[in-house]
């Protein structure tokens, strides 16, 4: 007997980005699963709420539901979102994200045969003349390389394009709240949800563009806080006893510098390694600021099973 289709909740994280939010959501109007078989939960993380006339239309077209919370970050917003969430299956993106139109299908495609995984997409660069949104994809593809090339399952998927069971979400706690910033909280959530014998699977035919329209300074303040990210990772992982995984080798950097040299194209061979070097530089500015500052006083936090 053929399974019937999962009813899913598609929970997005928001801050002051209205028009990004609007299109994100005008995209999953668009998408082919039926209508009656999946919800929108937006959670407005302390900023403002889009008009009521912008998001008029959007309620004739699917089921959506506006949560608003004081500003406590993207992972204490996904974790408000799946409290109030009805599907068997939760699936994270951003409000800079747009699915193609067969994502849902593709994710129920894969839990069909593996209904107890957590799922990770594709992201794709939908800003292709931004050399810093080009040179930010380019690393995450490089960390996919990386993390997720076992055959028995993969390390690391981003929160942008991530779906899992809902009681397995809510059994390991959701997403740790000590990151009050997009950076780490993917990586630690993926942690823990391997330390719960549960496995992670890649499913790139589920894709969604990414539009993270990146300036220089954007850029570095990104780069920055991932490695503000990565302090904190280390620390609260090491305090709940488990492995943190150890930085990279040498060998790694190395490889991740080069990397623009057999996938880019052409003038982009340059500008993307020299951008990935400033990533790296910027990674471990932030690495040591919060260290230095932060990272101490939040040891004092209890740890998030």
Known sequence: MERALPFFSIIVPTRNRQERLVACLHSMAMLDYPRNLFEIVVVVDGGTVPPVEQLASLHKMIELTILTQSHAGPAAARNNGARHAKGEYLVFTDDDCAPMPDWLSKLAESFSMHSDCGLGGQTVNALPLNRYSVANQFLMDF?????????????????????????????????????SRAAGEDRDFCRKWRFHGYCLLSVPEAVIRHAHDLTLAGFIRQQFNYGRGSCLYHLLAAGEGG?????????????LITYPVMWARGGQKVSITLSLMLSQLSVAAGRAWERLTICGKRLKYRPDK
């Open 143 to 179: 960390i996919y390389a990386v993390y997720n090339t076992a055959p028995d399952g993969a390390r690391y998927f981003a929160s942008n394009n991530i779906a899992v069971p809902a009681q397995m979400f809510r059994a390991i706690g959701g997403f740790s709240e000590s990151y």
């Open 243 to 255: 492995k943190t995984g150890n930085f990279w080798p040498l060998s790694h950097y190395v490889k």
